[in-house]
Structure formats: structure tokens, C-alpha cells
């Protein structure tokens, strides 16, 4: 059975950094390109990064120079660095592990808030 499992949310206040884990059981997490989306309270689920197995990344504009995508496959676990974190930030985070369209696993989420 997969799982990939997040944690790391919470709440942090505006120019605060958090750190995002999911931790995938079940697949050959080494071969899996892994992403982290995000979903802000009455908005579409939008892509924030990926890291794929080949040690390429790519970000959003909207967190490109904030947030750090990584990963340890020896943990089976892909982090998420959040960094100068904005109010516009607050979203719930998932994480995706993508090796094609029959084997795409997603993450329950861990919600990220930024106030004051």
C-alpha cells in the first residue's frame, strides 16, 4: 500500500521559514519525480515545485528564490524549505510522487498559515 505522509505545517508569522517533510512508504521512492502543490482556502490546487529523480528542480514564480525543494532517498523523504514566507503563502501543502500517469500518489497535506 503507498503513503506519502506531510508534516512540518503550522503557524508562522510573515518573514518566517518553515519546513515541509513527506515521507513516501510503498514505492521505489528513488524513481519517482516528487512535487509539492499547494491549496489556499477557495482556490484551485496550484504546482509550487518539483525535484525530479535526476537531482533537476524547478519552482513557481511565485516561490522561485524562497522556498527549496530536496530530498533524501535513503529516507524515503522529500523536504520542502518555506522561507520568507508571505501571508499569500497560507495554503494547505501537498506532496506528489509522479513516475507517469498509472503511478501518481498523493499526500493527505499539512497546512501552512502566515499571520501575524
Known amino acids: 500500500q503507498v503513503q506519502l505522509v506531510e508534516s512540518g505545517g503550522g503557524l508562522v508569522q510573515p518573514g518566517g521559514s518553515l519546513t515541509l517533510s513527506c515521507t513516501a512508504s510503498?514505492?521505489?521512492?528513488?524513481?519517482?519525480?516528487m512535487h509539492w502543490y499547494r491549496q489556499a482556502p477557495d482556490k484551485e490546487r496550484e504546482w509550487v515545485a518539483v525535484?525530479?529523480?535526476?537531482?533537476?528542480?524547478n519552482y513557481s514564480n511565485s516561490v522561485k528564490g524562497r522556498f527549496t525543494i530536496s530530498r533524501d532517498n535513503a529516507k524515503n523523504t522529500v523536504y520542502l524549505q518555506l522561507d520568507s514566507l508571505k501571508p499569500e503563502d497560507t495554503a494547505v501543502y501537498y506532496c506528489?510522487?509522479?513516475?507517469?500517469?498509472?503511478?501518481?500518489?498523493w499526500g493527505q497535506g499539512t497546512q501552512v498559515a502566515v499571520s501575524v
Open positions: 506528489k510522487a509522479d513516475r507517469g500517469p498509472k503511478s501518481t500518489y
Open positions: 510503498g514505492i521505489d521512492f528513488s524513481t519517482y519525480a
Open positions: 525535484l525530479r529523480k535526476d537531482g533537476w528542480s
